[in-house]
């Protein structure tokens, strides 16, 4: 079975500031790993995913993620916040197949 | 049109009609998703159609019906739904089911409130 937990439901930053959000997942079979960011009455965007191979994973908008077997996480970064960011964040698992299991989402709030 | 695109954006209901959602993708994928999302809850699957086959309900209450007559078209029909069932809809397609991995494509979402 195959679960994420996104830690915060809510994350504040201001503008500039390093972003973090946390996502650590549970997996029996090796994880492909996805983050996606929904804006406001808008659908999910995939920004990066991790399916094999390297484990810092590039996305889009300047955010990065990177893939720890031994801590079972996933947490993207982007080194300044920018006001677009605000937005809803979406980390997923899944053994490669079409079932995602998506986590509870965190909402992040750029502050001036 | 490019990418999923879903209509309408917004639907307001009363317990007794009867609605139908669209959905139509434009990647020229060949499964396609829905799925419910509400408020403090995770994304979850409803139904998967995979080459026009229904491959997955997700113990859906038969108030929904799902239809898809085509790889680009897919359509959900709503009829007696509950005030519980108000949430955002999305729909999502990906590259055939069974291959290398899916990367699911959303659409923007049908925000459907039931009075």
């Known amino acids: 079975a195959q679960s994420v937990t996104q830690l915060g439901s809510h994350v504040s930053v201001s503008e500039g500031a390093l972003v973090l959000l946390r996502c650590n997942y549970s997996?029996?079979?090796?994880?492909?790993l996805f983050w996606y960011v929904q804006y406001p009455n808008q659908g999910l965007q995939l920004l990066l995913k991790?399916?094999?191979?390297?484990?810092l994973v590039k996305g889009i908008n300047g955010f990065e993620a990177e893939f720890k077997k031994s801590e079972t996480s996933f947490h993207l970064t982007k080194p300044s916040a920018h006001m677009s960011d605000a937005a809803e964040y979406f980390c997923a698992v899944s053994s490669g197949t079409y079932k995602y299991i998506f986590g509870t989402g965190t909402r992040l709030k750029v502050l001036a | 049109e490019t990418g999923v695109t879903q209509t309408p954006r917004h639907l307001v209901m009363g317990m007794t009609n009867k609605k139908s959602l669209k959905c139509e993708q434009h990647?020229?994928?060949?499964?396609m998703y829905w799925y419910k999302q509400s408020a403090k809850k995770p994304l979850e699957l409803m139904f998967v159609y995979n080459f026009k086959e229904q491959t997955e309900n997700n113990s859906v209450p038969s108030r929904f019906s799902p239809e898809c007559p085509n790889s680009s078209h897919l359509f959900l029909h709503l009829h007696t739904l509950q005030p519980e069932d108000s949430a955002l809809y999305l729909c999502a397609s990906s590259h055939p089911i069974g291959g290398t991995y899916n990367e699911q494509f959303f659409g923007p979402g049908t925000r459907l409130t039931v009075l």
């Open positions: 991790y399916t094999t191979g390297a484990t």
């Open positions: 990647l020229g994928h060949n499964a």
């Open positions: 997996s029996s079979v090796p994880p492909y």
